[in-house]
Antibody, heavy 119, light 107 residues
Framework: QLQLQESGPGLVKPSETLSLTCTVSGGSVSSSSYYWGWIRQPPGKGLEWIGHIYYTGSSYYNPSLKSRVTVSVDTSKNQFSLKLSSVTAADTAVYYC???????????WGQGALVTVSP | DIQMTQSPSTLSASVGNRVTITCRASQSVSNWLAWYQQKPGKAPKLLIYKASSLESGVPSRFSGSGSGTEFTLTISSLQPDDFATYYCQHYNSYPYTFGQGTKLEIK
């Protein structure tokens, strides 16, 4: 059974860089059938797509975050990662990693990682 | 960006009721639309993809329809486990966007 697990610091200071890693088990990030993405949800609010990456390394980002976001993939570790620079309190959210088949919505999600931006 | 608008924002219903949630896109997304269910403290769960295709393992009381700019999610007979928040999401073009959510409450 596919599983995704987010890991990374739960507290980040303003102006610093948020870094999260998603470890994939029971499947491969090298599959040509899927995109691997990040979605976030501020406390009590809705969902926002951040971006995703294909196994080739091609990445796509939300323009609202594009200048601050990098998503990368490490096929040797079966992981993909998110970096969000120059964070502010508005970036406080639960960050989810998820898989998207090329024909579908996001079908497998991690449990989510709460990241708080605070001094 | 394509804006996704769900209605209603909150829906009160009873076990056994048939309920429908609507999602409207600000421009056509063809049939590249998904529906999710989210419970408090949990990740969203995919219910429907390509507007009307039922995700594996999802009960058949859930169904989706529509294309272009107007879509619906229908639950034919509400069960206690169905009380949650529901989101639509398009994946027609970048950036993908979600509706604001519909909270389904027990009446």
């Amino acid at each position: 059974q596919l599983q995704l697990q987010e890991s990374g610091p739960g507290l980040v200071k303003p102006s610093e860089t948020l870094s999260l890693t998603c470890t994939v088990s029971g499947g491969s990030v090298s599959s040509s059938s899927y995109y691997w993405g990040w979605i976030r949800q501020p406390p009590g609010k809705g969902l926002e797509w951040i971006g995703h990456i294909y196994y080739t390394g091609s990445s796509y980002y939300n323009p609202s975050l594009k200048s601050r976001v990098t998503v990368s993939v490490d096929t040797s570790k079966n992981q993909f990662s998110l970096k969000l620079s120059s964070v502010t309190a508005a970036d406080t959210a639960v960050y989810y990693c998820a898989r998207r088949p090329t024909y579908s919505g996001f079908d497998f999600w991690g449990q989510g990682a709460l990241v708080t931006v605070s001094p | 960006d394509i804006q996704m608008t769900q209605s209603p924002s909150t829906l009160s219903a009873s076990v056994g009721n048939r309920v429908t949630i609507t999602c409207r896109a600000s421009q056509s997304v063809s049939n590249w639309l998904a529906w999710y269910q989210q419970k408090p403290g949990k990740a969203p769960k995919l219910l429907i993809y390509k507007a009307s295709s039922l995700e594996s393992g999802v009960p058949s009381r859930f169904s989706g329809s529509g294309s272009g700019t107007e879509f619906t999610l229908t639950i034919s007979s509400l069960q206690p486990d169905d009380f949650a928040t529901y989101y639509c999401q398009h994946y027609n073009s970048y950036p993908y966007t979600f509706g604001q959510g519909t909270k389904l409450e027990i009446k």
